[in-house]
């Protein structure tokens, strides 16, 4: 059986980011909150040598595994490591709208093919254990339509799943980057209302130019759920609200000390097995929005250059220690 898992409040796919160390942080600082992996292309998944490292998931749950692939067997396979790394959700993203992406036929480039698109959420549903879901855009272009939009979900719910979530603007294909696409075309969060309206019992997750917590709030309400992407990209401490702010737990996460020994305990292990960088970027944003960090910046910078481990463990503690007041 399926768990039942409240998707209030997600972070969004983020692919170079949302690592398997940023989900360890966010899993720190909220237990609630509902994870997603980075987009890996089926074929990857399949041919990789050392597939269990690309899509660890060290107790993370509640998380999704987002796959990119068009291929029903592919797809099959995805869900079964899916199931097998003890991912909650696998998500299919027919969203992303890179040339990259549209040379190997998946993407957002799918929205094109809605019978394929139904076909390869048939091909992923292996068991009644894992969840399948989609992540797909309202459009394809520069012109809204909704009878478009209708029609895709119409024909994706054959599928039987019953979990979408929606980046609430169009994608284009041609002439404007990945980056364009997720600030260019406009947003539109109506289409998620009028197709909710007409699915009831379907969940349709809100994503989309959510840059505040109190905007995410307020979504949430009239939404089955809210997935934010850049805004804790920027800033992973909002997640210290979530677990209270949408799933009426009683307290907030306090960010400390303790908070950095955590985050480095996890990853000591892995260092010298992947780059610092990699290890230590979802601490690299922490400084967002915080008065005079720009000292502390510099210095993890330049120790960064220099490997050295553990004096960056104590620059960020002492970081925490002068500014948790703020942060908090
Ligand atoms: C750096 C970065 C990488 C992204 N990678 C993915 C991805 O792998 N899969 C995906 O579905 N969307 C990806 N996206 C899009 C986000 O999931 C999200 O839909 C988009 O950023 C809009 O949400 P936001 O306004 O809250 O950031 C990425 C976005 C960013 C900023």
Redesign the pocket.
């Known amino acids: 059986m399926k768990k039942v898992i409240d998707r209030k409040f997600c972070v969004?796919?983020?692919?170079?980011?949302t690592t398997p160390y940023a989900r360890n942080l966010y899993r720190i600082l909220s237990k609630k909150t509902f994870l997603f992996s980075?987009?890996i292309a089926t074929k990857t998944l399949i041919h990789s040598k050392d597939v269990s490292s690309i899509i660890a998931n060290e107790f993370q749950n509640p998380i999704a595994l987002?796959v990119g692939g068009s291929e029903y067997n592919d797809l099959k396979l995805s869900s079964k490591l899916a199931y097998e790394l003890n991912y909650d959700e696998v998500n299919l993203?027919v969203?992303?709208p890179s040339k990259a992406v549209q040379k190997g036929s998946f993407g957002a480039c799918l929205m094109r093919d809605k019978v394929l698109v139904k076909n390869c959420l048939d091909a992923m549903q292996i068991n009644k254990d894992i969840e399948v879901s989609i992540?797909c855009r309202i459009g394809l272009g520069k012109e809204f339509n909704y009878e478009f939009f209708e029609e895709f979900i119409d024909e994706i719910l054959k599928s039987g799943i019953r979990l979408v979530y929606v980046?609430a603007r169009n994608a284009i294909l041609n002439g404007i980057s990945p980056k364009g696409n997720?600030n260019i075309p406009p947003l539109n969060y109506s289409f998620l209302s009028k197709i909710k309206s007409k699915y009831p019992k379907t969940s349709f997750i809100l994503?989309?130019?959510?840059?505040s917590m109190d905007k995410a709030l307020k979504l949430s309400k009239v939404h089955d759920g809210v997935?934010?992407?850049?805004?804790i990209?920027n800033n992973p401490f909002c997640l210290k609200d979530v677990d209270r702010q949408f799933y009426n737990q009683k307290n907030n996460y306090i960010v400390s000390e303790k908070t950095i020994n955590d985050y480095f305990n996890f990853i000591r292990p892995k260092f010298g097995k992947d780059s610092i960088y990699r290890l230590l970027s979802p601490l690299l944003s922490i400084f967002f929005g915080i008065p005079n960090a720009k000292e502390f910046k510099i210095n993890i910078h330049s120790k960064m250059k220099e490997d050295n481990f553990e004096i960056l463990e104590k620059i960020f503690l002492n970081f925490i220690k002068e500014k948790k007041i703020l942060i908090n």
């Open positions: 969004a796919p983020m692919m170079g980011y980075e987009m987002q993203n969203g992303c992540k980046h997720r994503n989309g130019g959510i840059d997935m934010l992407g850049r805004l990209q």
